[in-house]
Every structure is written in C-alpha cells, then in structure tokens.
C-alpha cells in the first residue's frame, strides 16, 4: 500500500515556473514507477509524465516535453515535476500515481496509487 500527497500547486502567471512534489509513505516506494496526471474540469484525467522506479528514464506527453521535468528522490520518498513556462492551458489538478507495470505505462487505468491533487492556475 502506498499513500501519496501532493503538494506544490498554486497561482501563477504565463512564463513562470512550478515544482509540484509528491510524497509518498511506505518503504517500497523505490520500486514503483511513478507518474503525473492532470484533469480539467469536465474532461478526463490525462498523462503529463512518467519516470522509471530508478529515476534513469521518463517520457512525457508532447505538449510538456522541454518545458516540464520529471524526477525523484527515493531516500526521500518524493516524485517531482518542475513545470517552466508555464501557459494558460497548463491550468488543471495534477495528480501523482503510482504503478507496478511497465514505466511507460500512460493510461489512467494503469495506475493504482493516486494522490488527492494539486491544483495549478496559470492565468494573467
């Protein structure tokens, strides 16, 4: 069992930068790949991001990629996403999960570890 909490989220302008954390309990953390989600109001849940459980390899959704960064730190039990030049379509709850399938795993369904999200606002 593994519970995740996000933290992070906020209030910012387009340009600006976000690091969400994501800290889960439990000592088998190192051995989940982990994942950030986010949903808008009234859509789905959507893949943003996704690391390996040893941090060495991630993919990310086309419309983050060179602006978001993925990663963690298993001595502290943390997932991160470091968002840059962010835009108004960033704007969403973002979730973090856990998975024992593959890392690339995208689909919501894959992932059985979820945290209660961080909401992110980037408006002007």
């Known amino acids: 069992q593994v519970q995740l909490v996000e933290s992070g989220g906020g209030l910012v302008q387009p340009g600006d930068s976000l690091r969400l954390s994501c800290t889960a309990s439990g000592r088998t953390f190192s051995s989940y790949n982990m994942g950030w989600f986010r949903q808008v109001l009234g859509k789905e849940r959507e893949f943003v991001s996704s690391?390996?459980?040893?941090?060495?390899?991630?993919t990310y959704t086309d419309s983050v990629k060179g602006r978001f960064t993925i990663s963690r730190d298993n001595a502290k039990n943390t997932v991160y996403l470091q968002m840059n030049s962010l835009k108004p379509e960033d704007t969403a709850i973002y979730y973090c999960?856990?998975?024992?399938?593959?890392?690339?795993?995208?689909?919501?369904?894959?992932?059985?570890?979820w945290g209660q999200g961080t909401q992110v606002i980037v408006s002007s």
């Open positions: 690391i390996k459980w040893s941090g060495d390899a991630t």
């Open positions: 999960a856990a998975t024992s399938r593959i890392w690339t795993t995208r689909s919501v369904s894959g992932y059985y570890y």
